[in-house]
């Protein structure tokens, strides 16, 4: 081997990691489509992640509890009083019930109570009718799917779209739903090696407000994790006592040992005013990626210095909101506006 040669292949084995490094971080930051695009369509239906796909969202998500008989479907929480019709569903009345959730007392009507066959029959509705009411339009139109149905909703889209749109599920209350005998989990991953999308390289992300169950996925699939914190509280778990101390530089690195990032509450990041935290610097330092929730265009859910008007339903500022987390290194965002994100991160990357 020459001199020459033999410095070229050194000089190969020293840039290699810097180049793999550039080209993760000159990738685009992800449009993850909160509920799908629930700012135009009641949340987690079909039509919601349809129309998010058809925005230019790169992955739809989809929060995730169960049904009696074990079927993974599509609500934000167990409780489907707000977002279904199930109130006045008069077979359903003596479902009515009061648990205790996460410590919290709710009363209403519950996924863990119902077949997914009986499931099936409730129709979908607004969530927030006087923030959106052209989304109570299509009150009574949509079924609660399944999580199997929105795989194949977003394999379809792949295949004609030629874009790759993945799944970013969040298991809903899972020690509450391992606690009654319905553990989220293996389900979980049974659905993704089913699909083939049990893989490191899935298009699929796995998210928990919880601790434990986010270790326990790390024995059972390959698919990246991400921890979700919040601004105040800590894991339902009791894993871990708040989640400012797991924001800290000590914390995240311990979340880098099972989880591939973290999604937080976006004031964590950029605060109402734009000062910006050290969060997304020290979690990437740790290998971890940045993931902040909620990005919403109604004045009711922005910083007072991006709102217009004076009506809460009315729409701010988003986009310039999405843009100092662009600025901020974010590598993703879930918003309920989809192609105003996908908006706002194209004009960024140009
Ligand atoms: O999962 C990210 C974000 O969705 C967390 O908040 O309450 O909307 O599920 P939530
Ligand atoms: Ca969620």
Known sequence: MTGMLRAALMLAMIATPALAKEAVISSKPIIIAHRGASGERPEHTLAAYQLAIEQGADFIEPD??????GQLVARHENDISGTTDVS???????????????????????????????????????RLPLLRRGNSKFDGQFEVPTLREIIALAKAASARTGRTIGIYPETKHPSYFASIGLPLEAALVAELRAAGWDRADAPVFIQSF?????????????????????????????????????????????????????????????????????????????????????????????????????????????TAEIGRFLAAGVDGLFTDYPYLGAQARDRHSR
């Not at 995730?64 to 008989?69: C, E």
């Open 88 to 126: 006045s569903r008069k077979e359903f009345a003596d479902r009515k019930a009061t648990k205790v959730i996460d410590g919290i007392k709710h009363t209403g009507w519950f996924t863990e109570d119902f077949t997914l066959a009986e499931l099936k029959t409730l129709r979908a509705k607004e």
């Open 64 to 69: 995730l509890v169960m049904t009696r008989d």
């Open 210 to 318: 919880e601790v434990d169950n986010l270790k326990a996925l790390k024995q059972l699939t390959r698919v990246p994790l991400i921890q979700l914190m919040a601004s105040e509280g800590g894991p339902a778990d009791g894993a871990q006592p708040s989640y400012t101390a797991m924001a800290t530089p000590e914390g995240l690195k311990a979340i880098a040992v099972y989880a591939a990032g973290i999604g937080p509450q976006k004031d964590m990041v950029v605060a109402g005013d734009g000062t910006v935290s050290s969060l997304v610097a020290d979690a990437h330092a740790t290998g971890l990626k940045v993931h902040p929730w909620t990005f919403r265009a109604e004045n009711y859910f922005l910083p007072s210095g991006l709102r217009k008007g004076i009506n809460p339903a009315g729409h701010g500022d988003m």
